[in-house]
């Protein structure tokens, strides 16, 4: 069993930048990648960022590169989104997650949201 715990979110202005963090714990986490999704009323969860353990390869979304960046910390059993030129269209709850490709085991944060208005 894996546990997820974001924290960061909030309202930010346009142009802003705001930092999203995931606390884990569980077993072999290090079997796991880790994400980042957010979902809007009304749409699909869209995956945002991901990062494997051990990895020096980051994913993120195309339209989001050079804007969020995804770290992970395997010692602390973290990962952090750092979103940078917020845009309104960023706005969403976003949902830390875990996941094991080859078991096919999926885990869930309770989602932060992040509103991005001025």
Do not use: H
Request: glycine residues 12%; contains cysteine.
């Amino acid at each position: 069993q894996v546990q997820l715990v974001e924290s960061g979110g909030g309202l930010v202005q346009p142009g802003g930048s705001l930092s999203l963090s995931c606390a884990a714990s569980g077993k072999g986490l290090t079997l796991y990648a880790m994400g980042w999704y957010r979902q809007v009323p009304g749409k699909q969860r869209e995956l945002v960022a991901q990062k494997s353990s051990g990895s020096s390869t980051n994913w993120v979304e195309s339209s989001l590169q050079g804007r969020f960046t995804i770290s992970r910390d395997d010692a602390k059993n973290t990962v952090v989104l750092q979103m940078s030129a917020l845009k309104p269209e960023a706005t969403a709850v976003y949902y830390c997650n875990a996941v094991r490709w080859d078991e096919g085991i999926n885990y869930w944060g309770q989602g932060t949201s992040v509103t991005v208005s001025s």
